[in-house]
Nanobody
């Protein structure tokens, strides 16, 4: 298991951009699949994007495809989520999760962070 810390959230107007970072501990980070999830107030957790080892495989929710980009820098133990063309409906707490396989439920991952708040105003 790894320890994950998310940063980069904040308040942005619709149409703006944010880049989230997920920084992990551990020397085996490169072997992990890392995914981003989000949970809006009163809603269930939603898969946003995931990236496999070496960045060969990536997966996006249809709601963010074409707007969000997930990437990783294993030398920095970091996974990024670049969010462009943000919409008010993107408002949520965004968290990252790490595990050996690509899964669509956060609970299927070995570790996840506390999350960072993203608020998109109209």
């Amino acid at each position: 298991q790894v320890t994950l810390v998310e940063t980069g959230g904040g308040l942005v107007q619709a149409g703006g951009s944010l880049r989230l970072s997920c920084v992990a501990s551990g020397r085996t980070f490169s072997t992990y699949t890392v995914s981003w999830f989000r949970q809006a107030e009163g809603a269930e957790s939603e898969f946003v994007a995931g990236i496999g080892r070496s960045g060969i495989v990536s997966n996006y929710a249809s709601s963010v495809k074409g707007r969000f980009t997930i990437s990783r820098d294993d030398a920095k133990n970091t996974v990024y989520l670049l969010m462009n063309s943000l919409k008010p409906e993107d408002t949520a707490v965004y968290s990252c999760a790490a595990g050996p396989d690509m899964k669509l439920r956060r609970d299927d991952y070995d570790s996840w962070g506390q999350g960072t708040q993203v608020t998109v105003s109209s």
